[in-house]
Structures are given as structure tokens and as C-alpha cells.
């Protein structure tokens, strides 16, 4: 196997986190849970970002190991690792504002849909999407596929499984930036399955 398939691997093994616990943590436990936990994790990346820009030499515990493992050549570079506090951000709001079932298929689809679009398209390769050359097509159809799924194991009806996922996946392919997949993707997911009720 290809070095960047399996560092993709590695870094979208703990990408998918969030979504692994959207069901315990969203569902079953409920929103006061699932917020506080966020809102923990939203801290912690939050002053890490605050030393990563400010050379603090603050060891923030999960999300400066995190970063070590996480970060692209370019966030190394820039010491930014911004892309998290979004994330983790957006979910706060997600989870609060939309109905749990329509919230744990969001998480999912941020978590799985994007880091089956990494690392498929980073493993099979293929043609490129012609308005976005860092994107691959088969990656976008891993992302649509999984996310459909993420969509009806949360609890989903088709339909809007369908729409959602594809919205989302189109939303995935525009975006130039791994920073930014981190606000659009939830972002249009949230929306569309609210939209769609």
C-alpha cells in the first residue's frame, strides 16, 4: 500500500471518532451529553490553536497529540490546525438545533462520507473532478455511498438520505481546502436534512 494511503489512513482514523459516538452520545445519552462533550472538545482544540499561532509551548492533551498525527505539511507549516475547532464548533451547533436523529446522520456524514472521499480517492485514484483537480471522482462516489449509508443507519428515511448525501458530496468536491471541508460539509448536511424534516 501506497505512504499516503496509509498516513490518509492514519489521520482519518481518528477523523471518524465523532461519528463512531454520534448514536451513543447524541441518541442515547442526550443533547446535554452530547454538548458538554463537544464543548470539552471544542476547548481543548481551541487553545491548542491558541498556542499553535501564539509558539506557547503548551502540551494540550488529545488535541496537541492529535495535531502530531492530524495535521497536513501545510498546517505544520503555518501551525494552525484550525480545520478541528470548526468541527468541533459546528457540532456544538448542530447538535443543539437540529433534532437528534437529523444531527447524529450530520456527524456521520462530516465523519465517514469525508474520510471515505480521502482515503479512496488517495488509494484508487482515477480521473480528477474537472473543476477541482485535487478531488477524484471515485473519491466523491465513495463519499456519496457512505454517507448514504451514515444517513439510514442514523435513522434517515431514503430520500432524504439521498439528497443530503448528494448535496453534501457535491459541497465536498467545490471546496479547495481539507480546512474548509470542515465548515461546508456539516454545514450543507445540517441544512438539507433539516430542510427536508
Given amino acids: 500500500m501506497k505512504k499516503d494511503v496509509l498516513k490518509e489512513i492514519k489521520r482519518k482514523s481518528i477523523h471518524?471518532?465523532?461519528?463512531?459516538?454520534?448514536?451513543?452520545?447524541i441518541e442515547w445519552l442526550g443533547k446535554p451529553y452530547a454538548l458538554a462533550v463537544s464543548a470539552?472538545?471544542?476547548t481543548?482544540?481551541?487553545?491548542?490553536e491558541y498556542a499553535l499561532r501564539t509558539g506557547k509551548k503548551w502540551s494540550v492533551p488529545i488535541a496537541g497529540h492529535t495535531f502530531k498525527i492530524m495535521a497536513r505539511r501545510e498546517e505544520l507549516e503555518k501551525r494552525t490546525f484550525i480545520g478541528t475547532v470548526y468541527f468541533w464548533g459546528l457540532t456544538i451547533l448542530i447538535i443543539a438545533f437540529l433534532p437528534p436523529t437529523q444531527a447524529v446522520a450530520t456527524v456521520m456524514i462530516s465523519s465517514?462520507?469525508?474520510?471515505?472521499?480521502?482515503?479512496?480517492g488517495k488509494a484508487l485514484g482515477?480521473?480528477?473532478?474537472?473543476?477541482?483537480?485535487?478531488?477524484?471522482v471515485i473519491g466523491s462516489v465513495a463519499m456519496f455511498l457512505v454517507s448514504v449509508a451514515s444517513c439510514l443507519v442514523a435513522g434517515i428515511q431514503l430520500y432524504p438520505?439521498?439528497?443530503?448525501?448528494?448535496?453534501?458530496?457535491?459541497a465536498e468536491s467545490l471546496?479547495?481546502?481539507?480546512?474548509?471541508d470542515?465548515?461546508?460539509?456539516p454545514v450543507v448536511a445540517g441544512i438539507s436534512l433539516y430542510i427536508l424534516g
Fill in 16 to 25: 471518524v471518532i465523532p461519528g463512531i459516538f454520534a448514536i451513543p452520545f
Fill in 40 to 42: 470539552f472538545f471544542f
Fill in 44 to 48: 481543548l482544540y481551541s487553545l491548542n
Fill in 112 to 120: 465517514f462520507g469525508d474520510a471515505a472521499a480521502a482515503i479512496i
Fill in 126 to 136: 482515477g480521473p480528477r473532478i474537472p473543476y477541482n483537480k485535487r478531488k477524484t
Fill in 161 to 170: 438520505s439521498l439528497f443530503a448525501s448528494g448535496i453534501s458530496t457535491i
Fill in 175 to 180: 471546496t479547495r481546502t481539507s480546512v474548509n
Fill in 182 to 185: 470542515e465548515l461546508t460539509v
